[in-house]
């Protein structure tokens, strides 16, 4: 049973910062390149960015560029997502997402297996 469990969600002020984690079980997990993707309110689902395997490389979104960092521990099985400058154009619910090794793209359908997410509210 593959499971991927999103945590650290919640309520922040604008201007602030946010960590999330996701942490995987049922699976090898530095068999597969991570990723996060975000849904806002009234929105389709969009690529945050993605990490290969190993951690070697990062690719991010246009609006996460500068702002939110993905990492990854292999040996905790768990990605993670910084996220600083928080506005309220980032609240929405945020999702980590397993795509077997070297298949990762910015496309949900590149995509293995889901987490159930994590809601983010930012405040004005």
């Known amino acids: 049973q593959v499971q991927l469990v999103e945590s650290g969600g919640g309520l922040v002020q604008a201007g602030g910062s946010l960590s999330l984690s996701c942490t995987a079980s049922?699976?090898?997990?530095?068999?597969?390149?991570m990723a996060w993707f975000r849904q806002g309110p009234g929105k389709e689902r969009e690529s945050v960015g993605f990490?290969?395997?190993?951690?070697?490389?990062?690719f991010y979104a246009e609006y996460a560029k500068g702002r939110f960092t993905i990492s990854r521990d292999n040996a905790k099985n768990t990605v993670y997502l910084r996220m600083n400058s928080l506005q309220p154009e980032d609240t929405a619910v945020y999702y980590c997402?397993?795509?077997?090794?070297?298949?990762?793209?910015?496309?949900?359908?590149?995509?293995?297996?889901w987490g159930q997410g994590t809601e983010v509210t930012v405040s004005s």
């Open positions: 049922g699976l090898t997990f530095s068999n597969f390149d």
């Open positions: 990490i290969t395997w190993s951690g070697g490389d990062t």
């Open positions: 997402a397993a795509a077997i090794r070297g298949s990762a793209t910015y496309f949900d359908i590149s995509y293995d297996y």
